[in-house]
């Protein structure tokens, strides 16, 4: 391709220099463009991207967990001793329901 574009005066006579500017710019975006289009890179970027979600949506479950027990810990302390696992202590929380004095 380069060597396409280095010659492009010798293959297409009578192009304006301007022009022909022009369309080695555009030769080089589409090409550009075609190479981004099937790179074998793009599918380990979305592996990666998909990766890091996972990772951000686990941090922020667990945040949401934290806050879970030490808003509740207030009311019943003796819960976090007693069911250690997050999900379970959850799940019970949502059984026992809104706190009453």
């Not at 293959?11 to 022909?20: A, D, K, Q």
């Not at 949506?57 to 207030?74: A, F, H, T, V």
């Not at 003796?78 to 959850?90: A, H, M, R, W």
Request: glycine share 6%.
């Amino acid at each position: 391709m380069r060597g396409i574009r280095s010659q492009m005066d010798g293959l297409i006579p009578g192009v304006e220099p301007r022009e022909m500017s022009a369309m080695c710019l555009g030769l080089a975006h589409s090409l550009s463009r075609y190479r981004l289009k099937f790179s074998a890179d793009k599918v380990d970027t979305m592996i990666v991207q998909a990766i890091s979600l996972l990772d951000d949506l686990d941090k922020e479950l667990n945040n949401y967990i934290m806050r879970c027990r030490e808003w509740y810990g207030w009311h019943f302390p003796e819960l976090g001793k007693i069911i250690s696992d997050n999900l379970t202590y959850c799940k019970c929380l949502q059984k026992v329901g809104k706190y009453s004095s």
